[in-house]
């Protein structure tokens, strides 16, 4: 009895206000946060702020100065942060922190945007209950506020997805070419965006014509993306030199992290003390991400069961969310690359309400039993890495069972 009122308080909520009006709520929401988090960075010994924050600070400040961004230590992000957070220097400490909660609130209005779109032919209500899913979502409003460039990204994916459903094939090609240029891992996402341009049944995939980008909006979404990402790439290295490509490039192919995180490799680094073998232990970690991602990629393109843009959806979803729990380093920030796609599935799920609440809170629990022999070990110098590394493993066959039963 209780849960259904609960059931109903929640869907009076929702279906009260208008998508504006949530729009301009989940805002004020989220700039609630951006000055608590100031108030807790002042009194407070443990910070709200991100760290990643800080080093966008000191990359637009070492900018400010006419030094390279690169020079400050752990700076491994696209240049672009820092000259958007110049305004940190001139201006005031917070206004990125400002920005990435306006890119987060605007992948929510894309995620009803695209739901609206009449080729998907969703109602109103749909669309907004969907986009609510992002909207008060507490992992993205957190993240967002305290100042990750994730939120960024988020936004750039989803823009990119309604211009290819809108036929802006240019326009979107631009966006993708930025989105690699700021996050590698949207790479992932070619095969599955080139399949949804190919009007052509996957079966003529041994045609020359159906790889080569000869069709007008191949051609346009091709060349645009390939544009954009190596003149921005291109003019980073002539600003920049080999320390760009060496921080914002290699260091990503080549990351490995002995740091405890919820993939189990940190446990293998750590145990595995040779840098050769690490090294090896690297390159063989992409192998399951890409066969997962080829797999996915194949699979909804041929897909005949839902409207194109949905296979396109969950193809994205599924790459992502492998992409994701198999990587050599995963953390709660990586979650939210899958999470801005799960609203886009959302309603062409084929579990109802109930079991997938009960999902939610399977993958919930994992990761609380992730963190709490995580804490023992960081703040209470507990020896129990190896129970970390244990759940862990948890973490991941739960992950994969969520994949599989949805």
Sequence with gaps: MGSQRSKSLVYSFFNYFSFG??????????????????????????????????????????????????????????????????????????????????????????????????????????????????????????????????????????????????????????????????????????????????????????????????????????????TAFVCLTYASHVKFGKLYLQEAWIYHLQRKDIQHNFSPYFYVYHLVKDANSQQWIGYLAFIPQALSILYYSFRYSVSEKKEKAANLFYALFCETFMFVTLNKVCTSQYFLWYLCLLPLIACFLRIDESNGLKLLITWLIAQLLWLFPAYFYEFRRFNCLHIVWLFSIVFLCVNLFLLFTI
Aim: proline residues 4%.
């Design 21 to 226: 009006e949530h729009l301009f709520i989940s805002t004020v929401i989220r700039f609630l946060f951006i000055l608590y988090g100031l108030i807790q960075d002042k009194l407070f010994h443990v910070k709200y702020t991100d760290i990643d924050y800080v080093v966008f600070t000191d990359g637009a400040r070492y900018l400010s100065e006419g030094r390279s961004p690169f020079l400050r230590h752990g700076y491994r992000y696209t240049p672009l942060f820092a000259y958007i957070l110049l305004p940190n220097i001139y201006c005031f400490h917070a206004f990125g922190k400002i920005v990435f909660t306006l890119f987060d609130v605007l992948t929510g209005l894309f995620v009803f945007k695209i739901l609206n779109h009449p080729k998907l032919n969703l109602n109103y209500n749909t669309a907004k209950m969907c986009a609510c899913l992002w909207f008060y979502n507490p992992l993205p409003l957190i993240v967002s506020t305290r100042g990750s460039s994730d939120s960024m990204i988020t936004f750039l994916v989803l823009l990119t997805i309604y211009l290819l459903i809108n036929k802006n094939y240019s326009f979107a090609g631009l966006v993708f070419g930025l989105v690699v240029h700021c996050k590698l891992y949207t790479l992932i996402y070619t095969l599955s965006l080139y399949f949804y341009l190919n009007s052509s049944k996957l079966k003529s995939i041994v045609s020359p014509n159906y790889w080569l980008p000869l069709k007008s909006r191949k051609f346009k979404f091709v060349i645009a993306a390939v």
